[in-house]
């Protein structure tokens, strides 16, 4: 019996249906690995383009003396069919491939009202989050359960509940360790994969696991205190091992002021929190969003003069007893220095030790150009970690040479950056890991905050271990400075932070802000330790627009350190 199916027969026919379904195959699959916002148009422009393909398979040989209606209904009918297989392919896109992402979508109405999976953020309020706390079991953020049944993000700690970040899901989203670690928190990763699934089947409630961190509430207490009202940062760490003990930054979030309770008058709460986010976010604010400590971005002023020190006595360009001129002025190229910091007025030589103690500008700017040069002077920047992101266990912006990569080709821009200032840009917690390097023989730990994540019935799902980031100079080198920071505090320039019974090195920094105020920010770093002992603490505090560093910000990281050791 012949047939009319306008495809041929025999071999050919199945090669052209073989051919047909690969190409369909392909289509979809394209429009499968579509992402990003155009990802939906895509996919229907997939679907659409494979619906030819999926009639060629699907195209019936019918018996040539067949008649003509039935012909017709008998086509009608497999184009109904790959409609419906389309439309079925549809389906499972939608409530399999996507369910998450759909689930999870929502949008905002002009008005500002978020638009959202109501069981979800029904769900998300309802939700026992866990807890986040301090090293000594301190609560950071916790979650109080009302008689309604929803669970209520609590921030009891003022001084250092903001380090966990906010979680606002039904205003704000979520920030800082909340975000980082949501996943853990929620509850939604940590347990068995069985379990998980077992709970969601069985619709059983959720508690999340802990964060325990490395933070020390009561010197996180001292260390805001000492700051205050000033704009600023304050970060300590272990030098050792890279815990971080304490992550000051102000002004900061009241992450408690965007938490709404549901239990109460819903649009109320909304207000409140929506108040109080157009208050941060005002331009007098002072930026309360930004964690100063691992995103601002600083010139870092004399402190810099570590890191050239290092990289002149490492490569053996310098050694501590050098000799440098300082007649208290010098030109380099048309571009002139004036010394402020000279002890003696009347001396002209000091040496490279005597430049770092009285943080004399001429002679380091002289260690720049003549002793090191631009690929030293890039060459330990580098090493020690200017450039790159420290990692961390919350995001943090990459401290920066210059903004311009030429930058370093003339000599005045060398001399700038040698003594802290040209284009130099550094957050906080990178002058704390100069310190450390120092304080640790030359290695550089990788910091961290977060030191376990445990299950509510105190289970341990991650512990993290202390381990190195960088080497940046050598042991040797390191004890050199080492040296160099304590006579300063000894009988230098940060003479105000000699602790009795401790043994303290540091360095001021005045740093030139360059907008024509006047003003500088005030920095200090800083290690102590037992004596014959390792140092213990690191430390690095800036107060900006605060002056000269051993005015403002000496005397706060001193605070810390005699808070550190007494409980010890």
Not at 188 to 208: K, T
Not at 337 to 347: A, G, T
């Amino acid at each position: 019996m012949r047939s009319d199916d306008g495809l041929g027969g025999g071999a050919s026919d199945g090669l052209l249906r073989f051919g047909a379904l690969l190409a369909a195959g392909a289509i979809l699959a394209l429009g499968l690995l579509a992402r990003g916002g155009n990802g939906d148009a895509r996919w229907l422009a997939a679907l659409a383009a494979s619906a030819p393909f999926f009639a060629i398979l699907f195209w019936p040989r019918l018996p040539y003396d067949l008649p003509t209606f039935n012909r017709t209904v008998v086509r009608l009918g497999t184009l109904l069919i790959v409609a419906f297989l389309l439309t079925s392919i549809h389906l499972v896109r939608i409530q399999i491939v996507r369910a998450d992402m759909l689930k999870q979508q929502y949008g905002e109405t002009p008005d500002g009202d978020v638009v959202a999976n109501p069981r979800l953020l029904d769900e998300t309020l309802r939700r026992q989050r866990g807890k986040i706390v301090d090293r000594n079991d301190r609560v950071l953020a916790g979650t109080e359960l009302t008689p309604e049944g929803f669970a209520i993000r609590r921030y009891p700690a003022p001084a250092g509940s903001y380090v966990a970040g906010y979680y606002s899901p039904a205003l704000y989203g979520v920030a800082g360790l909340e975000a980082e670690y949501n996943d853990y928190l929620n509850g939604a990763e940590g347990d068995n994969p069985l379990l998980l699934l077992q709970r969601d089947l069985l619709h059983r409630s959720i508690v999340g696991n802990d964060l325990h961190l490395t933070l020390d509430l009561g010197l996180q207490q001292v260390a805001d205190q000492a700051l205050g009202d000033r704009q600023g940062a304050v970060v300590a760490l272990d030098p050792k091992t890279g815990a971080v003990l304490t992550l000051v930054s102000k002004p900061h979030v009241d992450p408690g002021q965007l938490v709404l309770d549901p239990s109460e008058n819903v649009a109320a709460e909304i207000a409140r929190a929506r108040a109080y986010w157009a208050s941060i976010n005002s331009d007098d604010a002072g930026s309360p969003l930004l964690p100063r400590v691992t995103q601002g971005l600083y010139v870092p002023g004399s402190t810099f003069k570590t890191v050239t020190a290092a990289a002149a006595l490492d490569s053996g360009v310098a050694s501590p007893a050098k000799v440098y001129a300082d007649p208290g002025e010098i030109v380099i190229d048309g571009h002139r220095i004036v010394e402020l910091n000279r002890p003696e007025p009347v001396k002209d030589q000091y040496t490279f030790e005597e430049g770092y103690k009285y943080s004399l500008n001429i002679v380091f700017a002289q260690i720049g150009v003549d002793d090191l040069g631009t690929v030293r002077m890039r060459e330990y920047t580098r090493r020690f970690g200017l450039g790159e992101e420290i990692p961390f266990d919350l995001p943090v912006a990459p401290s920066r040479l210059s903004s311009d990569p030429n930058y370093l080709s003339s000599k005045p821009a060398v001399a700038d950056t040698a003594f802290g200032q040209g284009e130099l840009q550094v957050t906080p917690l990178q002058m704390a890991l100069v310190t450390a390097a120092v304080a640790n023989d030359g290695k550089m730990p990788q910091p961290y905050l977060v030191d376990s994540i445990r299950s509510p019935q105190g289970q341990v799902l991650k512990q993290s271990r202390p381990q190195g980031w960088r080497d940046p100079i050598k042991p040797a080198t390191a004890e050199q400075v080492r040296r160099l920071m304590i006579a300063t505090v000894e009988s230098g320039g940060s003479t105000g932070a000699q602790i009795p019974g401790l043994t303290v090195g540091g360095k001021t920094g005045t740093a030139e802000i360059g907008d024509g105020s006047g003003d500088s920010h005030s920095w200090f770093i800083a290690f102590a330790g037992r004596p014959n002992q390792p140092p213990e603490i690191a430390i690095a505090v800036i107060v900006e627009r605060g002056g000269p560093g051993s005015r403002a910000a000496l005397p706060i990281a001193k605070e810390v350190i005699e808070a550190y050791f007494a409980q010890r």
